[in-house]
């Protein structure tokens, strides 16, 4: 039986290496039925894999890495924001400041400030090219290497960007894994993480940086565990210069910080009432918890510095904020007010339901914070990922990528919907085999049903075990 249960499982690791192979070299992203079922089998590859008890943690390791490499040599094919990545890496280089111009400027222009530069706008396409770069600055710093080592060539920069993300997914597993053992949680969790196809596609075969920011993430919430909580501010600072998304974590460090007793444990039940309540409000903890939040912000400001100029404020909050007032997409109950919306107006109002959705993610964000149970380290991830998945529920644009942050979080809970999530957004593709693009809202629907369905699922199974 174990002869055959190693066999089976060497069959299945073949099957992915092939279907990982046809994806990367042989798939354009207008081939829907074509992606989603090599998604599904590679999704269930992926589940065949963490289901069989034999094999050894450094065994997923190594597949996990061998994977990655099948799409070292091939140009992504679901994204073409690297094109935007290389652009940006180049004007570094060649001394410009890339959050000042527009790359359709110097086209228009008909100039060439880096190498191969009407590649690289054709490539990113006209919308991309038409707004100022949004990418914080250790995202640039990243862009800035792929054009250290390939200036001249897009191929190899590719090779360059790929492997700093391959290398962020070691050091999420190397932290990821210790804060599991912190946590007394099972440690081959994290390949829910590191084998998830969507990841390996999606992170390492279409070029997103997520990874860069959830290992500086990963390892901040280990070195606060830790109580190393400067280091983990410098860390969150760094986490938020790639990527922004970890700033709506902020407010819900609060309970985490003040429920901690001197020794730098959480205050237990069992402990005095008069004990709990002195540490509750401490004038200490507190400004222990606004020290912590000084050296994150101080720390993205000073890694912005470089790139500072009387323009940059307002060019890159133009960038971000066109995600709230312009573009849609895959959006869930933003879908639903904008109908509304169209009842009472007649047009799209998603200027102010962009706005009205932010309000209340924070509104959700400050009762996470000081409603909820939110002391131990687990509640406090747990708070995170809810927190972050009301923000997505409610905004305008949700593209498959972003969903790499809620996926790492769940590893460290009881929850794992968003795994779920991470299969069904493959129904998102369905939008680019229309030509022109266009999204189909009964795929949209069947999405988030799917995903609603077990968040509810899930939510009532521990609500029924807190009862038992």
């Known amino acids: 039986m174990s002869l055959f249960k190693k066999h089976s499982t060497l069959l299945v690791i073949i099957l992915s290496l092939v279907f990982y192979f046809f994806f990367a070299y042989f798939l354009e992203r207008t081939q829907f039925y074509i992606v989603s079922f090599l998604w599904i089998a590679l999704f269930s590859s992926f589940y065949l894999l963490l289901q069989n ?33 290389i652009w940006d890496g180049r004007m570094l280089i060649n001394g410009f400041n890339p959050y000042l ?11 060439q400030p880096i190498a191969e530069a009407s590649i690289l706008y054709d490539g990113m396409g006209e919308l991309n090219g038409s707004h100022y770069t949004n990418y914080p600055p250790l995202n640039q710093f990243c862009f800035f290497i792929a054009a250290l080592f390939a200036n001249k060539s897009i191929f190899v920069s590719i090779i360059v960007l790929r492997v700093l993300i391959i290398l962020a997914d070691i050091g999420i597993l190397y932290f990821g894994k210790k804060l599991l053992e912190r946590l007394n949680l099972p440690i081959k969790n ?36 830790q109580q190393q909580w400067i280091l983990a501010a410098i860390l969150i600072g760094c986490s938020v210069s790639v990527k922004l998304i970890p700033l709506l974590f902020l407010p819900l460090f609060f309970q985490w910080f003040i429920s901690q007793n001197k020794n730098g444990t959480e205050i237990k039940n069992s402990e005095s009432h008069k004990e709990f309540i002195l540490s509750k409000f401490s004038l200490f903890k507190i400004a222990k918890l606004s020290l912590f939040y000084v050296i994150i912000l101080t720390t993205t400001i000073l890694l912005f510095l470089p790139f500072y100029t009387p323009e940059l404020i307002g060019n ?54 000081f409603f909820r149970r939110n002391k131990t380290f687990v509640q406090l991830i747990t708070a995170m990922l809810f927190g972050l998945c009301f923000y997505y529920f409610t ?5 498959p990528w972003y969903l790499a942050t809620p996926l790492i ?4 809970t009881k929850y794992k919907f968003p795994i779920i999530w991470t299969l069904v957004i493959i129904l998102t593709y369905q939008a680019y085999a229309n030509n022109p693009w266009k999204e189909n809202l009964w795929f949209v629907f069947i999405e988030y049903l799917i995903v609603f369905s077990f968040l509810i699922y899930e939510i009532l199974y521990q609500l029924k075990l807190k009862k038992l």
């Open 53 to 85: 008890k034999n094999s050894s943690f450094n065994t997923l390791l190594i597949i996990g890495i061998l994977f990655r490499c099948i799409f070292l040599f091939a140009t992504p094919n679901l994204s073409q924001d690297f094109y935007r990545f």
């Open 101 to 111: 111009s527009l790359p359709e400027t110097f086209i228009q222009l008909n100039l």
């Open 190 to 225: 994290i390949f829910w993480y590191l084998l998830n196809p969507f990841i390996i596609i999606e992170m390492t075969g279409n070029l997103h940086f997520e990874p860069v920011m959830l290992f500086f993430l990963i390892w901040a919430l280990y070195k606060l565990h």
């Open 316 to 369: 890159y909050s133009n960038s971000v904020s066109l995600w709230f007032k312009d573009f849609e997409f895959n959006a869930s109950f933003y879908y639903i007010f904008r109908e509304i919306g169209y009842l009472f107006s007649g047009y799209n109002e998603i200027a102010f339901i962009g706005k009205t959705t932010i309000v209340l993610s924070v509104l959700f964000l400050l009762y996470v914070t």
């Open 395 to 399: 905004a305008t644009t949700v593209h």
């Open 409 to 412: 979080l769940c590893v460290f």
